[in-house]
């Protein structure tokens, strides 16, 4: 019996990444309400390329806080039983979270190119890769964590039944 909770077709939860997902975005927009708070901006995405160094190390913190969060609800939430399928799962939460809260700035600001791609923003850009970049190793983190909530039910499960088998 413990070996049906044990062997379940590892892949990846569209309804668990639809929960981390929303756990990211809004969690991003709490911590952007209480940047607006601090006065770090006013929440007007057209002043987004003048803000100082504060308002982008407060939204870094906020996005690869909000990311890590929703892997590790998307993880627990499709009850990942091995720390690889809960990176997996943080992977794509990530991935998924990145393109909704992109799709989200261009509708917000109604421009297409509002994240203008060119070689005169280098040093922005280099600086949202190195930020996005630590997202994704904190989703792979909270992708992990999360699958341990399942792994220890799993092992109690067998416990249990051992027991009762004894």
Do not use: K
Request: overall charge negative; some cysteine.
């Amino acid at each position: 019996m413990a070996q049906f909770f044990s062997e379940r077709q590892s892949r990846v939860g569209i309804r668990s990444v639809l929960a981390g997902v929303l756990v990211s975005s809004s969690l991003l927009f709490l911590l952007g309400a209480l940047a607006g708070a601090f006065q770090l901006w006013r929440l007007d995405l057209t002043e987004l390329p003048r803000l100082g160094l504060g308002f982008w190390l407060f939204a870094s913190a906020a996005w690869i806080f909000s990311v890590f969060c929703g892997a590790y609800v998307s993880s627990a939430s499709w009850r990942s039983s091995s720390p690889r399928e809960g990176m997996i799962q943080g992977i794509v939460t990530w991935s998924a979270a990145s393109l909704a809260f992109y799709a989200w700035s261009v509708l917000a600001s109604g421009n297409f190119w509002a994240f203008e791609f060119s070689g005169g923003n280098s040093g922005f850009l280099f600086a949202v890769f190195f930020g996005d970049l630590i997202a994704l190793a904190s989703a792979v983190m909270g992708g992990r964590w999360g699958s341990y909530s399942e792994i220890e039910r799993i092992q109690q499960e067998e416990e249990i039944v051992h027991h009762l088998a004894a």
